[in-house]
C-alpha cells in the first residue's frame, strides 16, 4: 500500500511526536495534558507578534479577550474564536497566537471566548457560553468597545464544532446582529458516525484515538443533542461557509461530511482541505511554517464572502 505524502516539516515533527518520550493527552492525565498543551505553545507555535489592542474583556457570560490590528475603527463585523482541545483544554492564553494573526490577517476584530470546559463542566456547559458569548459580542456591549455589525464564528477542533453550533443557533433565533460566515477549523462536525479517517489516521498523526475517546469520556454528551452532533440538525438556511480539514487527521472525514451535507442542503460552502497535513495545524506554525499559507488561503476565502456581503 503506498503510503500517504506527509509534508516535510510535519514529517520531521511527527518523528519527535512518535518517538520516545512521546506521550498523548490520554496517557497523562487531565492537570498534566492541560501543562502539555500550554508547554507546546511556546515550543512549536509563532509567537503573538505586535497587535494595537490585546486585553482581556469582562462583563460577558464568560471570559474573552480582545484582539485587534487597529487602536481605533468604525463599525464592522467581528471574529468570534474559540480554541480546541477536545472540550477538556485550553484557554485563551494557548490561543493567543492564533488570534492575534486572524487578527492582523483579516483586518477585523478578534473575541476569544473561555467557554467552560469538561470534566468540571460537562456537555452542554461549552456549547452554551459558545452560543451566549456570540449573542453577548452581537449587542455591541459597552465593555467591548466596538460598534458590531456582524459575527463570524470561527475556532479549531472543538472550537470549529462550536462555530457550527454557533452558527445553527443564530440561524434559528438571530442575535442583534446576522452571522455573516462561519470558518470551522478540522471541527468535530460528525462525531456519533465512526468514518474511515478514524481507523487510517488514529494512530502515529498527533491526535489519536485513544485521546479522542478521553476527551469524549470527560466530556460526557448527549449523542442525540445537535450541540454535540450538529449533523442532527438540518443545515438549509446556514450562511456561507469556509471548512477547513486536514488530509491526515482522524476527524477529517467528519469535516467533509458537513461540508457535503451543507451543499446538500443548498448552503454556500468553500471547502479547504490541506494536503500531507495534520490536525492542530493552526497552533503548530513555529514548528511547522507550510500551515501558514493554510491559514492564509482560508482567511482569503473569507475576505471573498465578506467582500459580497456588505457590498
Not at 490520554?26 to 502539555?36: S, T
Not at 483586518?107 to 456547559?125: I, Q, S, T
Not at 461530511?257 to 490541506?274: K, L, M, N, P, S
Request: hydrophobic share 45%; aromatic share 8%.
Amino acid at each position: 500500500m503506498t503510503q500517504p505524502y506527509v509534508r516535510p516539516d510535519v514529517a520531521a515533527l511527527l518523528t519527535i511526536a512518535n518517538g520516545p518520550g512521546g506521550k498523548r493527552a490520554v496517557d497523562v492525565g487531565l492537570v498534566e495534558a492541560r501543562k502539555m498543551l500550554h508547554a507546546s505553545r511556546s515550543l512549536f507555535d509563532a509567537p503573538v507578534g505586535e497587535l494595537a489592542v490585546l486585553r482581556d474583556v469582562s462583563g460577558g457570560p464568560c471570559p474573552m479577550r480582545l484582539y485587534d490590528a487597529r487602536e481605533q475603527r468604525g463599525a464592522g463585523p467581528v471574529l468570534v474564536f474559540y480554541h480546541g482541545g477536545g472540550f477538556v483544554l485550553g484557554d485563551l492564553d494557548t490561543h493567543d497566537p492564533i488570534c492575534a494573526e486572524l487578527a492582523r490577517l483579516t483586518g477585523l476584530p478578534v473575541v476569544a471566548v473561555d467557554y467552560r470546559l469538561a470534566p468540571e463542566h460537562p456537555f452542554p456547559a461549552g456549547p452554551d457560553d459558545a452560543i451566549a458569548a456570540a449573542r453577548w459580542v452581537a449587542g455591541s456591549p459597552a465593555e467591548l468597545g466596538l460598534e458590531v455589525t456582524g459575527l463570524v464564528p470561527t475556532g479549531d477542533s472543538a472550537g470549529g464544532t462550536f462555530s457550527i453550533v454557533t452558527a445553527l443557533a443564530l440561524r434559528d433565533e438571530p442575535a442583534a446582529v446576522p452571522v455573516l460566515a462561519a470558518m470551522p477549523f478540522y471541527p468535530a462536525a460528525h462525531p456519533t458516525k465512526q468514518y474511515p479517517s478514524l481507523d487510517t489516521f488514529g494512530e502515529g498523526y498527533l491526535l489519536s484515538r485513544a485521546s479522542m475517546g478521553w476527551f469524549d469520556e470527560c466530556y460526557a454528551p448527549d449523542r442525540k443533542d445537535w450541540r454535540y452532533d450538529p449533523l442532527a440538525k438540518p443545515l438549509a438556511g446556514l450562511p456561507p461557509m469556509i471548512v477547513v480539514t486536514a488530509s491526515h487527521d482522524p476527524i477529517r472525514d467528519q469535516g467533509r461530511a458537513f461540508a457535503a451535507t451543507c451543499i446538500e442542503a443548498g448552503v454556500e460552502i468553500a471547502y479547504q482541505e490541506c494536503g500531507g497535513t495534520i490536525h492542530g495545524f493552526l497552533n503548530l506554525r513555529k514548528a511547522l511554517p507550510s500551515a501558514q499559507v493554510d491559514l492564509e488561503r482560508a482567511v482569503a476565502q473569507l475576505g471573498l464572502f465578506l467582500d459580497r456581503s456588505v457590498a
